[in-house]
C-alpha cells in the first residue's frame, strides 16, 4: 500500500487536543487493520498505526463527500461507509461524529470484524 510508512504512532495533528485512543485502539486490534485516523475536512487530527494520514486524508474526505453525495441523489439513507477493496489492501470510510474515521486494511482482514468495531465507534460517538 503506498500510504504506509514503517513506525507505529498515535500522534495528534498540531494545534488539536489529544483524544483517548481508546477506541481507536480497538479498531486498530481488529485482525488485519494497518493503520486508523480520525480526520476533519481532509486533515488526520489522531492517527495510530503504520500509515501516512496526512496523504490519506484528504483524498479520504473527498469520497466520503462523494458518497454523501450519491446516497442523497439515490435516495439510500444516511452513508454508514465507504469501502474500497484492491489487491494491495483495503480502505474503509465513516463518519464518525462530525469527525470521520478512516482505516487501511490488509488485503486479507475480515471486512466483517472491522465493520462490527466501527460500527460500534458510531455508535458511543452519539
Do not use: W
Not at 461524529?97 to 482505516?103: E, P, T
Amino acid at each position: 500500500m503506498g500510504c504506509l510508512i514503517k513506525g507505529e504512532n498515535a500522534v495528534p495533528a498540531a494545534g488539536t487536543a489529544p483524544m483517548s485512543t481508546e477506541r481507536l485502539e480497538h479498531v486498530a486490534r481488529q485482525p488485519g487493520v494497518v493503520a486508523v485516523s480520525v480526520f476533519h475536512e481532509g486533515f488526520a487530527l489522531q492517527s495510530l498505526g503504520s500509515a501516512d494520514f496526512e496523504q490519506v486524508a484528504a483524498v479520504a474526505e473527498d469520497l466520503l463527500r462523494a458518497g454523501t453525495r450519491i446516497t442523497g441523489d439515490m435516495e439510500m439513507g444516511t452513508l454508514a461507509q465507504v469501502i474500497l477493496e484492491t489487491p494491495a489492501g483495503k480502505l474503509i470510510i465513516a463518519p464518525y461524529g462530525d469527525l470521520s474515521l478512516c482505516i487501511l486494511a490488509k488485503p486479507d482482514a475480515n471486512l466483517g470484524l472491522i465493520r462490527l468495531s466501527i460500527r460500534s465507534m458510531q455508535e458511543g460517538s452519539s
